[in-house]
Nanobody
Framework: QVQLEESGGGLVQAGGSLRLSCAAS????????MGWFRQAPGKERAFVAG????????SYADSVKDRFTISRDNVKNTVYLQMNSLKPEDTAVYYC????????????????????WGQGTQVTVSS
């Protein structure tokens, strides 16, 4: 079983940047595709970005495309989310998640496909 721990959240002004990290332990990290989701107050949790086991394929929600970048380091057992040009509507709790059962070059975009979740980290973007 994989344990996931997010870090790097905080308060930032609109237009600023943050980098989230998610450290994995307790499993073989490279066996899992990874995803980032977010949940804003009063809204359902939504897909933000995903990356395949090898890191060769990534996928993004339209709302963050060209602003956010997901990456992973299979030696450090960590997945990252670089967030640039942040907007107030990016304010949410951000979760990383691990997906064990996915085709090698595919990224799942629904939360029900992910098997393990972190506790989340708050990102607040002020206007």
């Amino acid at each position: 079983q994989v344990q996931l721990e997010e870090s790097g959240g905080g308060l930032v002004q609109a237009g600023g940047s943050l980098r989230l990290s998610c450290a994995a332990s307790g499993g073989t990290f490279s066996n899992y595709a990874m995803g980032w989701f977010r949940q804003a107050p009063g809204k359902e949790r939504a897909f933000v970005a995903g990356i395949t086991r090898s890191g060769s394929v990534t996928s993004y929600a339209d709302s963050v495309k060209d602003r956010f970048t997901i990456s992973r380091d299979n030696v450090k057992n960590t997945v990252y989310l670089q967030m640039n040009s942040l907007k107030p509507e990016d304010t949410a709790v951000y979760y990383c998640a691990a997906d064990r059962f996915v085709r090698s070059n595919s990224v799942d975009t629904t939360e029900y496909d992910y098997d393990y979740w972190g506790q989340g980290t708050q990102v607040t973007v002020s206007s």
